[in-house]
Every structure is written in C-alpha cells, then in structure tokens.
T-cell receptor, first 112, second 115 residues
Framework: SQKIEQNSEALNIQEGKTATLTCNYT??????LQWYRQDPGRGPVFLLL?????KEKRKERLKVTFDTTLKQSLFHITASQPADSATYLC???????????FGTGTRLKVLA | KAGVTQTPRYLIKTRGQQVTLSCSPI?????VSWYQQTPGQGLQFLFE???????NKGNFPGRFSGRQFSNSRSEMNVSTLELGDSALYLC??????????????FGEGSRLTVL
C-alpha cells in the first residue's frame, strides 16, 4: 500500500542553521508533493508544492527538492528562526482521487 | 477574505452519543475535505465533497458520514461514538474543483473528546 514516512523524532537545531526535513514514500508515483506547516492546536498551513518534473522549488527561506528516483523530498529552511518551530507535514495526492496522504510530520524546534 | 471556519472548536461526548461538526469553506471554494488527526495515525482522509456530491471516501466505518449543502458548507456526523474517535477533525477547502493540484486551506479543527 502507499506509504509516506517522515522522521517522527523531533529535530532540534540552533538558530541561524539550516534545517533539513525528509519525506520518503513507497508504492507511489505522485505527480506532485506538498509541504504544510502545523502549529500546536491549529490546522495545517500550505507552504510549497513541487511537481514531478521540478527538481527544486524555492520560496523565501524555504527550499524543496523532489527526487522521483529516490522517492524522496527534502524540505530545507535556511537561516532558521525560533518562529520556524512547528511540525512540518508532507502530503501526496492519490492519483485518480481527490484525497491526499499525509506523513505523520516532523516536529522542528529552533533553539535561540 | 475569511478563512475556513469550523464549529464547534471543542466538544466532549460520551460513548454511544453522536456528534455533528460543521465547516464553512472559503468563499468561492467548492471542494471540501475532512480529515481526522490523531497523535499515532497523523491525518487520515475521511471524505471529499464537491457540488453536494461525495467524490471520495476514506477507510472509515459507516458511523462516519458527511454531506455538503448548496452553499458549499459541509457537515460531518459520527454516530455511536467510541473512545477511539477522540481526535482533531479538520476540514479543508480547495479552490480548484476539477483537479487535485490545488492547495488545501484548513480550518482550525474541532477537537472531539469521547469519554
């Protein structure tokens, strides 16, 4: 069955460093992939979408890569700030449907 | 532009009761999806509606049902509540109705606790 894996362990990094989060998927060939940010007690907020024919996408301090051979997406936050502390989710559409499969998310904590 | 509004935000029920949750999508959005979020399982897809039609349903028992009204507002209902139904129920709306490439706009969720 289709499966998404994100590092369930929390990631702690120092302010100013680059945070790198991983999203791996199996039994799946998505046309695109999305990343969301979720703060405690809040709904997820869309950050970036990257399509299968795009290797890299950037938005301000965020960068996403998509390797369809490795079946992996990397999410980078450069010059991280304490305000970037949140849980980050990757999501993939299920082909032929209107539903998404979400990873369980990686909790990022940026230390001042 | 107002975001996705979910009501109620918090509710406590006992086993065997039923609950109805409401979602008002962003104006102009006609696709509404529901997800259940629990610490162990993450976000699990419940159903998706467009123009009052359920287009997809997730792997949940028949106790979980939903509907969409002509103004795109949506409700979901859970009957005969079980302890395991305790979760954050998230509603998301999307502008692009005929493809699934659009971003999802989530509400703040309805936190259900079943005692």
């Amino acid at each position: 069955s289709q499966k998404i894996e994100q590092n369930s362990e929390a990631l702690n990094i120092q302010e100013g460093k680059t945070a790198t989060l991983t999203c791996n998927y199996t039994n799946y060939s998505p046309a695109y992939l999305q990343w969301y940010r979720q703060d405690p007690g809040r709904g997820p907020v869309f950050l970036l979408l990257i399509r299968e024919n795009e290797k890299e996408k950037r938005k301000e301090r965020l960068k996403v890569t998509f390797d369809t051979t490795l079946k992996q997406s990397l999410f980078h936050i450069t010059a991280s700030q304490p305000a970037d502390s949140a849980t980050y989710l990757c999501a993939l559409p299920v082909s032929g449907t209107y539903k998404y499969i979400f990873g369980t998310g990686t909790r990022l904590k940026v230390l001042a | 532009k107002a975001g996705v509004t979910q009501t109620p935000r918090y509710l406590i029920k006992t086993r065997g009761q039923q609950v109805t949750l409401s979602c008002s999508p962003i104006s102009g959005h006609r696709s509404v999806s529901w997800y259940q979020q629990t610490p162990g399982q993450g976000l699990q897809f419940l159903f998706e509606y467009f123009s009052e039609t359920q287009r997809n349903k997730g792997n949940f028992p028949g106790r979980f049902s939903g509907r969409q009204f002509s103004n795109s507002r949506s409700e979901m209902n859970v009957s005969t509540l079980e302890l395991g139904d305790s979760a954050l129920y998230l509603c998301a709306s999307s502008f692009i109705p005929t493809t699934n490439t659009g971003e999802l706009f989530f509400g703040e969720g309805s936190r259900l606790t079943v005692l």
